[in-house]
Nanobody, 124 residues
């Protein structure tokens, strides 16, 4: 399974970005749970949001709750992360990750596949 992330960039505080994660390869009969993590310079990787295979279950970190929306596209192998009201502290490399077991929790070790990351920089 390959995960391709895109959509990062430079945005001013208060602005919005929409990140994309496209999964290719692997199983096609039942997709993967997908999560977003982020890692800021000098900090550990942290959970941002996750969505189940069907899209019916989502999970958000408290730090982004109310400002982030994770969703699946019409093509189930695409997952989006819409980030609004961005803050300087949202600056990080954002990674998407996939789990074959439909896990939507916060433990990064539970996700088997990882994308390459996309940089989000929020300026003040």
């Amino acid at each position: 399974v390959q995960l391709q992330t895109s959509g990062g960039g430079l945005v001013q505080a208060g602005g919005s970005l929409k990140l994309s994660c496209i999964a290719t390869g692997g199983r096609t009969d039942n997709w993967y749970a997908i999560a977003w993590f982020r890692q800021a310079p000098g900090k550990e990787r942290e959970f941002v949001a996750a969505i189940s295979r069907s899209g019916s279950t989502t999970n958000y970190a408290d730090s982004v709750k109310g400002r982030a929306t994770i969703s699946r596209g019409d093509a189930k192998n695409i997952v989006y992360l819409q980030m609004d009201s961005l803050k300087v502290e949202d600056t990080a490399v954002y990674y998407c990750a996939a789990d074959i077991g439909n896990y939507v929790g916060t433990n990064s070790g539970a996700y088997e596949y990882w994308g390459q990351g996309t940089l989000v920089t929020v300026s003040s």
